[in-house]
Structure formats: C-alpha cells, structure tokens
C-alpha cells in the first residue's frame, strides 16, 4: 500500500523553489487540504517541526482508508525538506526513513500552492486549521477533564466524540449533513493516558464490526482544548459542550 509520503511525493514537483513572495517557516505553520474527485491530501507543518501527511479516499469514512507518514521538516535553501521517519501500512506504524524536498511556487495566508509531479499544473493547499500549541501540563488528566461533546479533525475528518460520565464513549460524524455514529464503547484515563476501547456500528445489515483499543498520549490541558498524541502525530480536541 502506498503510504501518505510517497502519495504526497508524486503529487508535488520536487524542483527549485519558484515565485516571487519570500517564504518563511512560519507562513508554513499549520494543516493544509488539497483535494480532487477521488482524494484528500493533508499535510501539516508544526512549530516543534514535527511533520504529517495523510491521504484519505473519498469513497470511505473509516480510519484504514487513510494512509499515513510522519517524520520532521525544515527550510532548506529556499525549499522544504521533510524526513519521514514513520508510516502506517495498514493499521500499525512502521518505521521509515526517507528524505524529500519538495518546491513552492507561492504562499499566502489561505493558500499554498505548488507544482505537481510534472510541472503541468499548480496544485492548490487550502490552510485548514492553525498549529495548535497548547501549555504544557503540569498535573495528570483526569475524567473529569473529558466529560463533554468534543471536535476533532482526526484523519482528514471531522467527528465528534463524546465522553459521558458513566465512561461511554460514542464517535460521531455528519454524512451528507447528518449526524451519524460511526463507533461506541467505553472510556478512562490512566496516568497521561487517554484509553477508549471502541467498536464500529453497523452501517448495513450484514455489515461486520472491528474493535479497538486506543491508548492517546495527552500533552496539553485547556479548558476548551485538549491535545492527543496518535503514535506521533498530534490532535486536537476542542470543547463543543
């Protein structure tokens, strides 16, 4: 299976760095969405240049139909150079090492744009979130810090979960503006441990369910934001009641 970085290589041109406007790290900061018929292609550039791809097909909603790599990225004689280090075949992370630079051809504050493959055309990154940098904490989570209605932008989609106090747990996302739950189960901290042991809602008679367990690293605590780490990439939660 291809992962996120090879897909994100052939979908940029890898030449010298073109255009006028100056680019700095920080016009880089943040997650970028280029999309067409078929997929989805996110990439973010942290302020601790940690670095994340992810390409998602647009004809399923379930977390192994994103491919995904990760690794560090920096400036580097006007271009952007990205290391991944880490990927995920299938459900699992894999090591990787592979070293890419990639061209701009222009930034603005809501855009980045940059050649594909062949030079033919110019494939345009819409900025779609901020980066995120949350206090470090100094305490453990604890239960109380999670019950509520949360949203994330999780593997280029947007859900929402929610964490009772009886520690149920329910993930939910709008389908065709629909809100529909997608997993359930159960829920509770561990140190600085987020754990849900979760499985899939039949979406068809017939349809069969997966089951998970996953254990998040929380590194920062808000009253309205709560940051996860998935392996080692980076989420956000934010409050919505």
Known sequence: MLTAGRIFAL???????????????????????????ETVNE???????SFTSWTSWKNELTTPSVAISAGDWQMQDRGLVVHFTKYVPVDTWAEED??????????RNDALLMKNFD???????????????????????????????????YNTHDFEMSFSR?????????????????????WHTDGNQLIVDAKSVPMFEGDSVHKSRMRWLVTGIEPQRIAIKDGPVTYCLERLK
């Not at 406007?21 to 943040?30: M, P, Q, S, Y």
């Not at 629909?178 to 159960?186: E, S």
């Open 11 to 37: 979908a940029i041109c890898a030449v010298a760095l073109t255009g006028c406007n100056r680019v700095t790290e920080a016009k880089l900061l943040g997650t970028w969405r280029a999309e067409n018929d």
């Open 43 to 49: 990439i973010t550039c942290r302020r601790d240049h």
């Open 98 to 107: 592979k070293q890419m630079k990639f061209a701009i051809v222009k930034i």
């Open 119 to 153: 030079g033919s055309n110019v494939l345009t990154y819409k900025r779609l979130l901020p980066d995120y940098v949350l206090a470090p904490m100094k305490r453990a989570p604890n239960d109380a810090d999670f019950i509520g209605t949360w949203k994330i932008h």
């Open 166 to 186: 009886d520690h149920r747990y329910g993930n939910f996302a709008r389908v065709e503006g629909v809100l529909q739950q997608f997993f359930t189960g159960t």
